[in-house]
């Protein structure tokens, strides 16, 4: 008589719950001990969310797992487990809803800068040797009735026991699920499920409404103008306001910036903490509480700006407009064959060339020019500025940020932002040779910020309500060409320090065309800060 196999599909459950809780979730333990020792909360209190997390584990694998192709979602999740607790290990990410739609819009380019040996052993140690191992197993044959009974009774059982427990702890557990939502993020793959689930419900299964939004039917350019309107609007990435010394920060990383008359807003809100969120809230009329990417399918200020007559050209050497540019010229400038300046990296500054050309094209009515730059895109800091630009000392000059020191990361993320500073100081110089025939201005706005380390956050996308400011703060700019009469600089200077957000991107665009609209709202409007009154 053979022997039955010890191993059910529901013990199995109960396995996976335990390995992944005990092997995927350090950064989470991290987490959760250093604020344990500061809050000073009941050791054992804490120690229990470790059980409770296999119990909740157990209940919703379960679930996943009650048919005959168990093993493969084992497996996946596994897969998804070893690659979540890498990223929440070496770079303090989470892995939420925004920055799943952020990877699945990842070029492989931004892919291979995040690779490395590391990633590969966790790979090996928790999705391919378990898998095999599993795979291999001998496990009880059992009818489906029978297998969805058990684990019916397992999942149950497990929701049961965690429920037991929170009621044995109300006071510390309800707290700890209100307050600590940063530990919770971490939780892996419970994070990852959660988010996965979430695109299912928002993004996926609501129908995205069939017809685009229109907004702003009415808007027009005036009639009479004196000069027409050249401007150009920089699309900055992962700029931090805070390294900028327009701002007052002590290393000199605007060293041509600050020669130019220009205003450094410095306390502005970004609207997400991703590119995928950022760069379409910024150009909608939504504000970030409004503002969700699935959602997204209305027209933004270029739309509105095109129709009203506008000529507007997109360049992108970034990854793509993220839809923004969808219903107006585009350039990629990603490969040599646009962009002249590759080495092999192509830099922004690349992105004026043959603008003379688009100017002379379009004799007629304002010009919108839109860049958009891989600014200081990371973990390979060092690969965003030719050489010359590393002038703050030994950098860190690998994608495995925590093998550099602070102060390494730190120079080369420093040498990315004086890289924007001499490619904004350019396109200044390029819009200045335009100056008496037409009226030119320059908009720079960063998508979000970055985290170099602080707390052992590094990256960006960390969900906002628990972002830290250096994600959330970003860089904006303005400069005013010699023909805006009514510009008064210093009236801008002396409001450069109030609070603005994301929000005012899309009243300054249409502002700075002077378009004549009821979706147009002056008291967002930048420029309108320093229009003198008459
Ligand atoms: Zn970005």
């Given at each position: 008589m053979t022997k039955t196999?010890?191993?059910?599909?529901?013990?199995?459950?109960?396995?996976?719950?335990?390995?992944?809780?005990?092997?995927?979730?350090?950064?989470?333990?991290?987490?959760?001990?250093?604020?344990?020792?500061?809050?000073?909360?009941?050791?054992?209190?804490?120690?229990?969310?470790?059980?409770?997390?296999?119990?909740l584990l157990t209940w919703i694998v379960s679930f996943l797992t009650f048919h005959g192709a168990y093993k493969y979602v084992l497996s996946l999740l596994l897969l998804v487990t070893a690659v979540s607790s890498y990223f929440s290990d070496a770079y303090g990410v989470v892995i939420d809803r925004g920055m799943l739609i952020n990877t699945m819009q990842t070029n492989t380019a931004e892919a291979r800068d995040l690779m490395s040996w590391q990633l590969l052993l966790y790979v090996v140690g928790i999705f391919?040797?378990?898998?095999?191992?599993?795979?291999?197993?001998?496990?009880?044959?059992?009818?489906?009735?029978?297998?969805v009974g058990s684990h019916?009774?397992?999942?149950?059982?497990?929701?049961?026991?965690?429920?037991?427990?929170?009621?044995?702890?109300?006071?510390?557990?309800?707290?700890?699920?209100?307050?600590?939502?940063?530990?919770?993020?971490?939780?892996?793959?419970?994070?990852?499920?959660?988010?996965?689930?979430?695109?299912?419900?928002?993004?996926?299964?609501?129908?995205?409404?069939?017809?685009?939004?229109?907004?702003?039917?009415?808007?027009?350019?005036?009639?009479?103008?004196?000069?027409?309107?050249?401007?150009?609007?920089v699309v900055g990435e992962t700029a931090r306001a805070d390294h900028f010394s327009l701002n007052g920060y002590a290393r000199k990383t605007n060293p041509l910036l600050e020669k130019q008359a220009v205003v450094s807003f410095t306390d502005v809100d970004s609207c997400g903490t991703s590119t995928a969120h950022s760069v379409p809230c910024m150009f909608s009329i939504k504000t970030r509480q409004q503002f969700s990417i699935s959602e997204a399918k209305q027209e933004n200020a270029l739309d509105v700006l095109n129709r009203a007559g506008v000529n507007v050209i997109w360049r992108d050497n970034n990854s793509s407009s993220k839809g923004v540019a969808d219903r107006v010229e585009y350039q990629?400038?990603?490969?040599?064959?646009?962009?002249?300046?590759?080495?092999?990296?192509?830099?922004?500054?690349?992105?004026?060339?043959?603008?003379?050309?688009?100017?002379?094209?379009?004799?007629?009515?304002?010009?919108?020019?839109?860049?958009?730059?891989?600014?200081?895109?990371?973990?390979?800091?060092?690969?965003?500025?030719?050489?010359?630009?590393?002038?703050?000392?030994?950098?860190?000059?690998?994608n495995q940020l925590d093998q550099c020191s602070s102060e390494q990361i730190t120079s080369s993320y420093d040498s990315t932002i004086l890289y924007t500073d001499y490619f904004l100081n350019e396109t200044i110089e390029f819009l200045k040779q335009y100056d008496q025939t037409f009226e030119t201005s320059m908009l720079y706005v960063?998508?979000?910020?970055?985290?170099?380390?602080?707390?052992?956050?590094?990256?960006?996308?960390?969900?906002?309500?628990?972002?830290?400011?250096?994600q959330t703060n970003v860089p904006v700019i303005l400069w005013m060409g010699a023909q805006h009469a009514d510009?008064?600089?210093?009236?801008?200077?002396?409001?450069?320090?109030?609070?603005?957000?994301?929000?005012?991107?899309?009243?300054?665009?249409?502002?700075?065309?002077?378009?004549?609209?009821?979706?147009?709202?002056?008291?967002?409007?930048?420029?309108n800060l320093g229009i003198k009154k008459h």
């Open positions: 196999p010890f191993w059910t599909s529901a013990r199995l459950v109960i396995l996976f719950s335990i390995f992944v809780t005990a092997v995927g979730n350090t950064a989470m333990y991290e987490k959760l001990f250093a604020w344990q020792s500061e809050s000073g909360s009941e050791f054992f209190y804490v120690v229990t969310l470790i059980p409770f997390q296999v119990l391919i040797l378990p898998t095999i191992w599993l795979f291999r197993l001998e496990v009880r044959g059992q009818t489906f009735w029978k297998r019916f009774t397992t999942g149950v059982s497990a929701l049961v026991i965690a429920i037991l427990v929170v009621l044995s702890m109300s006071s510390f557990y309800a707290s700890f699920f209100r307050e600590q939502k940063a530990i919770r993020a971490y939780s892996s793959p419970m994070a990852t499920l959660y988010a996965g689930y979430q695109i299912l419900r928002k993004d996926i299964f609501t129908p995205a409404p069939k017809e685009l939004k229109r907004i702003g039917l009415d808007a027009k350019v005036p009639e009479v103008q004196d000069h027409r309107e050249l401007v150009i609007m990629d400038f990603r490969s040599s064959k646009a962009n002249p300046i590759c080495d092999p990296e192509c830099r922004d500054v690349g992105m004026l060339s043959g603008l003379d050309k688009y100017i002379a094209d379009h004799p007629t009515g304002d010009i919108l020019i839109v860049l958009h730059q891989m600014g200081s895109h990371g973990p390979t800091y060092y690969q965003r500025y030719p050489k010359e630009f590393a002038i703050f000392g030994e950098g860190c000059e690998t960063s998508d979000h910020g970055e985290s170099l380390g602080e707390n052992g956050l590094y990256l960006h996308a960390m969900p906002y309500a628990i972002a830290p400011r250096s510009y008064d600089l210093q009236r801008v200077l002396r409001a450069k320090d109030n609070n603005f957000s994301h929000n005012n991107v899309f009243h300054t665009l249409l502002g700075l065309f002077e378009i004549e609209s009821e979706v147009y709202q002056p008291r967002l409007d930048l420029i």
